[in-house]
């Protein structure tokens, strides 16, 4: 059975930091490119970023560009996404996703075939 499961949200201030972490299992963890996105109240859900364990690229959004990295601990079949300098602007519900090939943008969630429960990450102002 396929399971992405996150965790690492809260509660944070605005310039504060915070770490999520995806741990991964029932699938071949280092063939696949891992997503994560996040959605808002009343907006659409927008990719964050991506890594691709299978090649190593990494993609951001501008939005989050120099502020978020993304990293991937094969050993663990767990992606990190490290959030720094948050905003409000960056409340939202995370969600890591996978799929083994792309074959449009990175950045559209109807691309990716796995998907986590979400975890919700606030900042205040």
């Known amino acids: 059975e396929v399971q992405l499961v996150e965790s690492g949200g809260g509660l944070v201030q605005a310039g504060g930091s915070l770490r999520l972490s995806c741990a991964a299992s029932g699938f071949t963890f280092d063939d696949y490119r891992i997503g994560w996105f996040r959605q808002a109240p009343g907006k659409k859900r927008e990719g964050v970023s991506l890594i691709s364990n299978s090649d190593g690229r990494i993609y951001y959004a501008d939005s989050v560009r120099g502020r978020f990295t993304i990293s991937s601990d094969n050993a663990k079949n767990t992606v990190y996404l490290q959030m720094n300098s948050l905003k409000p602007e960056d409340t939202a519900v995370y969600y890591c996703?996978?799929?083994?090939?792309?074959?449009?943008?990175?950045?559209?969630?109807?691309?990716?075939?796995?998907w986590g429960q979400g975890t919700q990450v606030t900042v205040s102002s």
């Open positions: 996703a996978a799929v083994m090939e792309l074959y449009g943008s990175w950045y559209y969630p109807y691309e990716y075939r796995y």
